[in-house]
């Protein structure tokens, strides 16, 4: 069993709408949450990162952490096609160690 | 750009041949990691510098495989007697003093092993 599990879709949806992302993990060391995106062929790029459970919201996207249940969520509200890319959850734990674990991406697609 | 650049963007390379990658981090960052990603999957962290130390290596780097950060600003990626199995995406990435969860990625190297 993967340290991170994360549906790798595709999920398309139509512009204007709620687009949810998930991950589940099995690590309970894991304190840090991060989500980032990758447009084809090019870097994945940070969009928000969350301390231990919560909320966290940055203009159309909120990231949750459900640390009971080992679950995290994206949410991208009033999706444009721009959205359209990879969406990787990646999580660290506390103490010595600085490596980020990944999950495999879901791909989103939002249809004009 | 202040951003994380990576250079060569893209490396073909015969099987058995070695090739050398580079990265120059974020300039006020002194933390440097190096991940590996293949199609279809999310990137697999190789290793971690802080400054000129290296400080955590994965079990995936292999001894065909050598990290280096001389001065502790930028780092080279050396895999020798290149494989197939090494085409993939090499990402480097760089996070502030303190705040390895804030890695901001560059966009990559990608090797093809004919």
């Known amino acids: 069993q993967k340290e991170v599990e994360q549906d790798p879709g595709p999920l398309s949806v139509p512009e204007g709408a709620i687009v949810s992302l998930n991950c589940t993990y099995s690590?309970?060391?894991?304190?840090?949450f991060m989500w980032y995106r990758q447009y084809s062929r090019k870097g994945p790029e940070l969009l928000m990162y969350?301390?231990?459970?919560g909320n966290k919201e940055d203009g159309r996207f909120t990231a949750q952490v459900d640390k009971s249940s080992k679950y995290i969520s994206l949410f991208i509200r009033d999706s444009q096609p721009s959205d359209s890319a990879t969406y990787l959850c990646a999580m660290k734990g506390g103490g010595a160690t600085n490596k980020l674990i990944f999950g495999t991406g879901t791909l989103l697609a939002v249809q004009p | 750009d202040t951003g994380v650049s990576q250079d060569p963007r893209h490396k073909i390379t015969k099987r058995g041949q070695n090739v050398t990658f580079r990265c120059d981090p974020i300039?006020?960052?002194?933390?440097l990691y190096w991940y590996r990603q293949t199609l279809g999957q999310g990137p697999e962290f190789l290793t971690y510098f802080q400054n000129e130390a290296q400080l955590e290596k994965s079990r995936l780097l292999s001894d065909r495989f050598s990290a280096e950060r001389p001065k502790g600003s930028f780092s080279t990626l050396e895999i020798q007697r290149t494989e197939q199995g090494d085409s993939a995406m090499y990402l480097c990435?760089?996070?502030?003093?303190?705040?390895?969860?804030?890695?901001?990625f560059g966009p990559g190297t990608r090797l093809t092993v004919t």
């Open positions: 990435a760089s996070s502030p003093q303190g705040r390895s969860y804030e890695q901001y």
């Open positions: 300039s006020e960052h002194n933390r």
């Open positions: 969350t301390y231990s459970s």
């Open positions: 690590n309970s060391a894991f304190q840090y």
